[in-house]
Nanobody
């Protein structure tokens, strides 16, 4: 079975920083892409950042210039750091992974349960 677990969420002050982590557990698959999405109250889920197995990254304009995404393939973890947090960053942050199970030709996307991030004084 494949499981994605986010951690690092919580309350941060405006202007502060936070670092989120996502750990993928299980076996029998290869991870192609991992990414972060977020969903604010009353809004649709939006893309934040992603990183491929080769290290290629995509960053959303909303966090570009104040974020860093990284992946540790040895540990099957992915981190997202956002600096200079804004109230608009308040959302549930979700980790996702597009992976291909051994013996299968088509990949599938898996999601974590999400972690709440609140930016407030």
């Amino acid at each position: 079975q494949v499981q994605l677990v986010e951690s690092g969420g919580g309350l941060v002050q405006p202007g502060g920083s936070l670092r989120l982590s996502c750990e993928v557990s299980g076996s029998g698959f290869s991870i192609n892409v991992m990414g972060w999405y977020r969903q604010a109250p009353g809004k649709q889920r939006e893309f934040v950042a992603s990183i491929t197995s080769e290290g290629r990254t995509n960053i959303a304009n909303s966090v570009k210039g104040r974020n860093a995404i990284s992946r540790d393939t040895a540990k099957d973890t992915m981190d997202l750091q956002i600096d200079r947090m804004k109230p608009e960053d308040t959302a549930v942050y979700y980790c996702s992974a597009e992976l291909t199970k051994w013996g299968e030709s088509r990949g599938a996307v898996y999601w974590g349960q999400g972690t709440q991030v609140t930016v407030s004084s």
